[in-house]
């Protein structure tokens, strides 16, 4: 019998959130195709598809949010506003929408910065005395998860919404020591990001972190998943310009032309980028989208990253990229691009390609930080390059060891 899986994704009725209940259930019935899928690609498809993956037809959704509109209402949003999901697709799949929002919980907002606590709804908060009941809940919540739709796995991933950074200097290196700080929580210096990664780590369950936000991205977490065994993955889903930096870059470096500055002007108007808006939240997001071009260019060339909500937009993101760069005899020449994504289109699809792979990790025994995973990601944890095509090729290269174990 086909196993079942869980997905649980935390900021369950987000737009990203939204678009992944909507396309799982058209991949259910057949009704979408599988563009934009990396584990169905001609590369990697045929490699995943040996190794028994995850089936879209034994996937069960479920989720943590803070607010309260339902995921119906979250796609007719993204379909009417934005044109970011097909016209009629909300209500095509309204009985699939409903099943997975009857399994969306309250969530935990500890700590998660000012514009986070704004969209916090009565009645959709776990009120936990401290981090450590706030775990204990989240891993509540994620059992019965599990037992009450008969799973036989589940992956976790974090979707929510942005938070402000977190100083990773001041984190203690050893689990024993970040775990008794979870007992007082004017005391505890992580946020609730982390709190949803130890829960699902203590729960067995790998976890993958889409966003920027700290989550599982410290040595004594990491070292908490290693001694349960646990996979977990991310850091902030590599969707659009980042992307375009990263395989353009090498080609700078491999052809020795040396790049002056690279400026990227970002502009979108859904909630995340309302979130964004807010200077303790944007930090965190800049950053990100900040730090890929050393590692690549083997030098740190002038940068400027900015990030502006503008509400007409919605979902589709519009950047900017102007790289000033000189050739021989120092002769300065520009690249000029424009990249018009759909955010929620783009990320959807490879929240259910890390849920198919860091589960196939965690069938073929690994633990710790997946490192193969890392192209997709923009702060990949433990990545050996930033290259997107060195990280593709790292990827192909790691399922097909798993084939080898396999046969
Ligand atoms: N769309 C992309 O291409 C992309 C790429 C990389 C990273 N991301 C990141 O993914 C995340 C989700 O993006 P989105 O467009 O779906 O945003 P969104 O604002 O539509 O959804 C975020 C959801 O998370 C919920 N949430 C916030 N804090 C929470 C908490 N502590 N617990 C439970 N739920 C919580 C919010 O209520 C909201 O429903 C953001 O952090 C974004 O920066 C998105």
Known sequence: MTPRTGLWLVGARGGIAATVAVGLAALK???????????????????????????????????????????????????????????????????????????????????????????????????AATPRAAIDQIRADLEAFAADNSLDRVVVVFLGSTEPPVDTASLPARWEELGKTLSDSAGCPLRASSLYAIAAIEAGMPFVNFTPSLGSDCEAIDELARQRAVC??????????TLLKTVLAPMFAERNLEVMSWVGHNIFGNRDGEVLDDPEHKATKVHSKDAVLPPILGYAPQTLVSIESIRSLGDWKTAWDHVHFRGFMGVPMTLQLTWQGCDSALAAPLVLDLARLIDLAQRHGEAGVVRPLAGFFKSPMGASTSDFGAQSRELVDWVASLNGAAS
């Open 232 to 241: 977990h993955a991310g850091r902030d889903g590599k969707t659009g310009e």
């Open 29 to 127: 019935q057949g009704a979408a195709a599988t563009t934009g899928l990396v584990t169905e690609g001609p590369r990697l498809g045929p490699l995943v598809e040996r190794l028994d993956p995850i089936r879209w037809d034994s996937l069960v959704l479920g989720g943590h949010d803070i607010r309260s509109t339902p995921l119906a209402e979250a796609a007719r949003l993204l379909e009417n506003q934005n044109g970011a999901l097909p016209h009629g697709s909300a209500a095509a799949y309204a009985d699939e929408l409903a099943e997975a929002d009857r399994r969306i919980r309250p969530g935990v907002a500890f700590r998660s910065g000012p514009a986070i606590e704004r969209l916090t709804e009565a009645g959709c908060l776990h009120e």
